[in-house]
């Protein structure tokens, strides 16, 4: 009877190839979303151990952030940037179950993200929304919650203005363009609770600033952010 199984697995594996979202490479049966090779070299940051650390200081000054955190180095050309774009772009959302279940595991070794409440994935004006079909920093907040067994709300955060590419753009420039876009919609949901945004990628910080800025007005209890990679 294993012997059938494990054939039609092979049949399927000729005819429908697993391939590492990482190095493009052929899955072994036991092997998920990456090859064990490129998981071993995946550039985590252990940010989470820190509370002082780059990513942190992005935000010092600007908003009052409780924590915040990413989980791989994104450096160009490499590992984090060929899942992220295989995530964003490639229909790939898988990846970001893997990405947010491997934060979880991190968030769970430090005392300073135990008590949150509410999972707020960064959120994509509806009209990129419709293009893509999907939000991938609801994925990666997916696999956070599914470890975590937090909430996630991704109503009550909106995104009421489409903007530019950002890529080309300084700090500044970036959020003087991202101001009043994301708005607050249901005020109750957020009032009181500690709050973990989620993105996929950090580069100035811009979008999440402007996220957390809206939030804030509103009287969290906390505010944490995590993302999947960070620029360095």
């Given at each position: ?62 908003v009052p952030i409780h924590g915040a955190t990413a ?31 491997k934060m979880a595991e991190r968030l769970l070794c ?51 203005t489409a903007t530019q590419s950002q890529t080309k ?64």
């Amino acid at each position: 009877m294993w012997s059938i199984i494990n054939l039609f697995h092979d049949l399927a594996g000729l005819l429908f190839p697993r391939l590492c979202s990482s190095c493009s490479r052929p899955l072994l049966q036991a092997e998920r979303v990456i090859c064990l090779k490129c998981g071993y070299d995946l550039p985590y940051t252990d940010f989470h151990l820190f509370v002082d650390n780059p990513l942190a200081r992005q935000f010092w000054g600007r908003v009052p952030i409780h924590g915040a955190t990413a989980l791989l180095y994104f450096n160009k050309g490499g590992k984090t940037q060929k899942m992220i774009h295989n995530l964003k772009y490639g229909q790939q959302t898988e990846i970001g179950l893997f990405l947010g279940r491997k934060m979880a595991e991190r968030l769970l070794c430090t005392e300073y993200y135990q008590d949150i409440d509410l999972i707020i994935p960064v959120p994509l004006h509806p009209r990129k929304m419709r293009k893509r079909g999907y939000n991938q920093s609801q994925f990666l907040a997916e696999g956070i919650a599914e470890i975590l067994g937090i909430q996630i709300n991704n109503k009550t955060l909106i995104r009421k203005t489409a903007t530019q590419s950002q890529t080309k753009k300084d700090r500044y420039t970036r959020f003087q363009n991202l101001q009043h876009v994301f708005k607050v919609v249901n005020k109750n949901a957020i009032q009181g609770k500690h709050i973990l945004l989620v993105d996929d990628v950090v580069t100035t910080g811009a979008t999440l600033e402007s996220c957390a800025a809206e939030l804030q007005k509103h009287d969290v209890k906390r505010l944490s952010i995590a993302a999947a990679a960070y620029v360095s």
